[in-house]
């Protein structure tokens, strides 16, 4: 037997969740568990956390005007 990470349920659905720590601490605990093993959710993980910086960028700069 072994261990595939792409056989079991993902976590892309919550990864902006997760990003924005709006996870229970069970969920986090969950999600950051599977992105260690798994390559494809971890590559979703970094794009996602991309882009809420990129959008509290933008915020920051609407703020200011
Ligand atoms: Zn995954």
Redesign the pocket.
């Known amino acids: 037997m072994t261990a595939d990470?792409?056989e079991?349920?993902?976590?892309?659905h919550v990864l902006g969740a997760y990003v924005l720590d709006a996870l229970t601490a069970g969920e986090t605990r969950t999600v950051s568990c599977?992105?260690q093993?798994?390559?494809?959710?971890?590559a979703?993980y970094v794009e996602a956390a991309e882009a809420v910086s990129l959008l509290a960028l933008l915020c920051e700069e609407d703020l200011l005007e």
């Not at 093993?37 to 971890?42: I, L």
């Open positions: 990470p792409g079991g349920p993902h976590m892309r599977h992105l093993s798994c390559d494809r959710c971890a979703d």
